[in-house]
């Protein structure tokens, strides 16, 4: 069924796993972290976990039209299989996309397209992606966002972008981690 964390995977899977196996396993990884906030999202879970699934789809080479995943992938959600609304928002707004965007003279475009403010359950993927390090291994968001910035290196947009985003990346990581551990604790 549409728009189920079990039809997302497999639409990641299709577009990911041969193409760009260590995206795919960054993918993973995020979707399993996903898997782990059922506890404070109850019906939303799977939802969540879907959103997970394909927040990079977008980075897949048959998908690619700006060269802005987070874009690319939102409407390829929208026009070719005519997902759910706050899905394709979700991945076109994920992990604090409308810095980026603006950094590549794409904010016009997402806004226009995804509204300029993210939806609910934004902050529980920042959570999943931002916790993920690009080989699925778990990790904190302070090392993940580090990792990020090595990567990309000094004067980079992407760096940039991270860069301006941290402070609210930092906390909403640490704002669903609580979250989580209260009610574990509880």
């Known amino acids: 069924m549409k728009n189920t964390a079990a039809w997302a995977s497999e639409l990641a899977r299709h577009h990911l796993e041969t193409a760009l196996p260590r995206r795919w396993a ?18 939303q879970a799977d939802f969540l ?15 690619i039209a700006t060269g802005f995943h987070p874009l690319d992938g939102a409407r390829y959600l929208r026009d070719t299989h005519h997902a759910n609304q706050h899905l394709y928002r979700l991945v076109a707004h994920h992990t604090c996309a409308l ?19 993210p939806p609910p359950l934004s902050d529980a993927l920042i959570f999943c992606d931002m916790t993920t390090g690009p080989d699925g291994v778990h990790l904190p968001v302070e090392q993940r966002l580090s ?14 972008a991270i860069t301006k985003a941290s402070p609210h990346l930092i906390g909403a990581a640490h704002k669903i981690h ?9």
């Open 26 to 43: 960054h993918t993973q990884g995020v979707a399993s972290q996903a898997r782990t906030l059922a506890p404070i999202l109850g019906d």
């Open 147 to 160: 990792e990020i910035l090595s990567r990309y290196g000094t004067g980079h947009l992407v760096t940039t």
């Open 49 to 63: 976990e879907a959103a997970a699934w394909l927040h990079d789809i977008g980075y897949a080479p048959d998908l």
């Open 99 to 117: 810095i980026e965007a603006h950094e590549r003279g794409l904010a016009d475009e997402l806004t226009s397209e995804f509204t300029a403010t």
């Open 178 to 186: 609580q979250e989580l551990f209260a009610t574990l604790d509880s």
